[in-house]
């Protein structure tokens, strides 16, 4: 077995082309499927100190393991193979082009997930910001493009002048497109909307935002169905933003009883009843003092409005029912009439 080894050692290291190929073949699938367990056991240990989710973790080393496996191969395929002189120059060549693309992964992917953690207010996995990730994508992509280039003696200027003219042509092809973008962009950056936000337009659409891409911005309803919005248009738009500055609101719920009742008794079980739901409902801001207030004597019964406290906008429907029920419930029990008009 020891001389089967040293046998195959000395055939790696003076063998010919053919050996030093399959050599470096190996050399870098075996890097490859060490950094990918290394990766596998680094990952859920990162997520655990620094308490952030896994799949940040994940797009931030994504193709790290390829990449770094692939150097360390290179790296064992010159010092451990006795490679001519021009193979060696291309394995630096080699190993170089992947140091660069590494870094450009590592530093577009590392943006990515600080900037998906930072202007995401959403916990949920579905919101994404895609434009910001985009671009600084592309952004990081190229320029670790060009640099490679220059690596090998490539010059980049002539590049950079027909990059700058087509894309004075692009850009006048592309008005629409680039207006999307950039109103996409600034709307981002000046935090006027953030993802995860419960938004209602002027034009009527309301929803929350999962997403706003280089051209568009998706809307979830409370239904469930996606509204797709230009960029340029949520930028143009008069826009209520339920979740800035704070996502908690006010809601107003109108009831209508009759001349016969005593007003005092009808406010005080009316509030009771308010701060029973706010206290024991998952929906309700605790400790809120509602509030009664009667708005106007009308042909039929007197009008009043309950100001209640909900955590969320989208909540609203779900509090006014269960108020709607035990105000009911409570108002049968003390005899107090509500208006039942017969038209």
């Known amino acids: 077995m020891k001389e089967f080894i040293n046998q195959a050692v000395r055939e790696i290291e003076h063998g010919g082309p053919?050996?030093?190929?399959?050599?470096?073949?190996?050399?870098?699938?075996?890097?490859?499927?060490?950094?990918?367990?290394?990766?596998?056991?680094?990952?859920?240990?990162?997520?655990?100190?620094?308490?952030?989710?896994?799949?940040?973790?994940?797009?931030?080393?994504?193709?790290?393991?390829?990449?770094?496996?692939?150097?360390?191969?290179?790296?064992?395929?010159?010092?451990?193979?006795?490679?001519?002189?021009?193979?060696?120059?291309?394995?630096?060549?080699?190993?170089?082009?992947?140091?660069?693309?590494?870094?450009?992964?590592?530093?577009?992917?590392?943006?990515?997930?600080?900037?998906?953690?930072?202007?995401?207010?959403?916990?949920?996995?579905?919101s994404s910001m895609s434009i910001l990730t985009t671009v600084i994508d592309l952004a990081v992509y190229m320029a670790g493009f060009l640099i490679i280039l220059s690596s090998y003696g490539i010059s980049i200027s002539p590049l950079l002048t027909a990059l700058g003219a087509g894309g004075l042509a692009s850009a006048l092809a592309l008005q629409d497109t680039l207006a999307n973008l950039f109103s996409g962009i600034t709307t981002i950056l000046s935090h006027q909307i953030s993802m995860g936000d419960y938004i209602s337009l002027s034009s009527g659409q309301a929803g929350r935002v999962v997403d706003m891409n280089w051209r568009n911005t998706t809307i979830r309803t409370s239904t469930g169905n996606m509204i797709i919005v230009p960029n340029k248009n949520i930028s143009t738009s008069v826009i209520t933003n339920y979740e800035q500055p704070q996502a908690e609101c006010t809601m107003v719920i109108p009831l209508t009883v009759t001349y016969e009742n005593d007003l005092q008794h009808v406010e005080d079980v009316t509030l009771r009843v308010a701060r029973m739901i706010l206290d024991r409902s998952q929906y309700g801001v605790k400790g809120f003092q509602p509030a009664v207030r009667y708005d106007k004597m009308g042909d039929y019964g007197i009008t009043f409005n309950i100001v209640l406290r909900i955590k969320n906008i989208i909540d609203e429907p779900k509090l006014k029912h269960q108020f709607i029920k035990a105000v009911f419930k409570a108002y049968q029990e003390e005899n107090i009439k509500l208006l039942i008009r017969h038209d």
Not at 34 to 62: E, G
Request: glycine fraction near 2%; hydrophobic fraction near 50%; proline fraction near 2%.
């Open 18 to 126: 053919h050996i030093h190929f399959i050599a470096f073949i190996l050399f870098e699938i075996l890097g490859v499927l060490a950094f990918h367990w290394l990766f596998r056991i680094l990952i859920p240990l990162l997520a655990r100190i620094t308490r952030t989710r896994r799949d940040s973790w994940r797009s931030t080393f994504k193709f790290m393991d390829v990449c770094l496996g692939l150097m360390v191969g290179c790296q064992c395929t010159k010092y451990l193979v006795n490679v001519p002189w021009f193979i060696t120059n291309l394995l630096d060549k080699h190993f170089h082009s992947l140091v660069v693309f590494t870094v450009t992964f590592f530093c577009a992917h590392l943006l990515s997930s600080v900037l998906k953690a930072h202007l995401s207010r959403s916990e949920s996995e579905s």
